[in-house]
């Protein structure tokens, strides 16, 4: 069950200070996906959870990847997805266990008051759908369709805190 983070949680993004996750809500909603570098479970959705993501470029959140592991890693697993979308690093999993994650990856949708609107984990479309629906009707935007030819079938994530 997602839990709602803390205002001072502090996320670090890529290149960037770090700022209250307050601060990084104070204007917009967060959609993210959250990755585990280490895992093929979370590089096998990478394009596909990036295509979801920039479906919501322009509209009122901000989108990003939150990566749990440093700058150089998150860069080198992200590779152009790291200069297309706002990225966090979370080597520590404070967000990861703020939030009660038990897989990845996971798409979280956070509203500005910090309550968790949608989480889902694995990849799961249909759960993935729902979090994207509610995330849309939210903006004011249109769900993006997925999955697509080439997406990946369905398939539970990897531990979100290690095995």
């Known amino acids: 069950m ?6 001072d949680l502090r996320l670090t993004p ?7 996750l307050d601060a990084w809500l104070t204007t917009f909603h967060l959609a993210a996906v959250v990755l585990d570098p280490y895992t093929y479970e979370s590089a096998w959705l990478l394009e ?13 959140c901000r989108i990003a990847f939150v990566v ?3 700058p150089d890693q998150a860069r080198e697993f992200l590779g152009p997805w790291a200069d297309r979308v706002l990225t966090f690093t979370d080597d520590r999993l404070e967000l990861v266990k703020a939030l009660g994650l038990n897989e990845l ?3 979280v949708h956070l509203r500005q008051d910090r309550s968790v609107a949608g989480v889902a984990e694995g ?5 993935w759908r729902q979090v994207a629906s509610v995330l849309a009707k ?3 935007w249109t769900r993006p369709t997925f999955p697509v030819a ?8 990897s531990p979100a805190l290690g095995s």
């Open 68 to 70: 749990t592991a440093g």
């Open 105 to 107: 990856p996971a798409f």
């Open 2 to 7: 997602a839990t709602d983070p803390p205002g």
């Open 150 to 157: 080439g997406d990946p079938a369905p398939y539970a994530g």
């Open 48 to 60: 596909t959870a990036g295509r979801i993501l920039e479906a919501f470029r322009g509209a009122d």
């Open 123 to 127: 990849w799961d479309p249909p759960e």
């Open 138 to 140: 939210d903006m004011s």
């Open 14 to 20: 890529l290149g960037g200070e770090p700022r209250t």
